[in-house]
Each structure stands twice: as C-alpha cells, then as structure tokens.
C-alpha cells in the first residue's frame, strides 16, 4: 500500500471512532427513551448502523495492522511496478489516459488509481515505455501504448 492510502484509511479509522460511534451511541440513547424496544424501529436502525461501525472499525484495524507502506518517491526504474504512475495511449481512440498502481484497498479508477490485481495493471507490470499492452477486462479488449512510465 502507498502512504497516502495507509493515511486516508488512518483517517477513516479515526473517523469512525471518534466521531460516528459518539454519533451512534447519542442516537441509540435518544432512541431507548422512546419506550419499547422490541418495537422501536430508530433503536434497530441505531443498533444496525453501530454494528456496520463496529466491523468497518475491525477492518481497518486489520487492514492498518497488516500493512506493508511502500514509498513510491524512493522507487525508480523505467518498467511499470507497483506504486507507478503511467501514461497510456489507446491505440483505437488516441485518447491519452493516467493511472497509479496501488493497493486493492485504496483503488479508485475515478482518481486514476487502479488497483494492483486489476486486469490493466496486470498487463502493466513488468513493460517499458514504449510496449503495446493489451487489456483484456470484463468490458472487452483494448490495446494501450506506454507513454511514460514515473514514481511520484
């Protein structure tokens, strides 16, 4: 995983236990006041949202405690690895795009991040600038040229 995903799930986590579990406990509380419990559908959905917080919290403590952080500044090299931010060409349109291979949980192809187990970042690793790359992804084929290949 790259540092700036290890901070956003840092951040989440934080997030979470400080901020949405006091939000969660306030409803909850706010909803026992209510009167019956068996019936109070604001005390089930407070009781719901506490138990996705509570396992989305696990997770990322796992996640964070499992991490291997990987500084991308102090890679160099000319062939596509992880943490590389490369520049492609599609061949069919010449329509020029730019992605950074990192970590599964910190993907985002919106941003131009794609995750190292995605079918374009499986067909990147190990090229050079300059390679013909096909993608085979569940959209179809696409072919990319290289363009250039940096560690930022």
Do not use: C
């Not at 993907?107 to 090229?127: F, M, N, Q």
Request: aromatic share 4%; charged share 30%; no cysteine.
């Amino acid at each position: 995983m790259t540092a700036g995903g290890y901070a956003a799930l840092e951040a989440e986590l934080k997030r979470r236990q400080q901020e949405d579990r006091q939000k969660i406990i306030a409803a909850i509380s706010e909803a026992r006041g209510h009167g019956d419990l068996s019936e109070n559908a604001e005390y089930h959905a407070a009781k719901e949202a506490q138990s996705l917080n509570e396992g989305r919290i696990a997770e990322l403590e796992d996640k964070l405690s499992r991490a291997e952080v990987i500084d991308v500044g102090k890679l160099t090299g000319n062939t596509v690895k992880f943490g590389a931010t490369v520049t492609l060409i599609d061949e069919d349109t010449e329509e020029k795009k730019k992605y950074q291979i990192v970590g599964d949980s910190e993907a985002d192809v919106k941003s131009g991040k794609v995750s190292i187990s995605s079918p374009i970042a499986r067909a990147l690793i190990g090229k050079k600038v300059g390679d013909s790359v096909e993608v085979i992804a569940p959209g179809g084929g696409k072919s990319y040229e290289i363009m250039q290949v940096v560690f930022i």
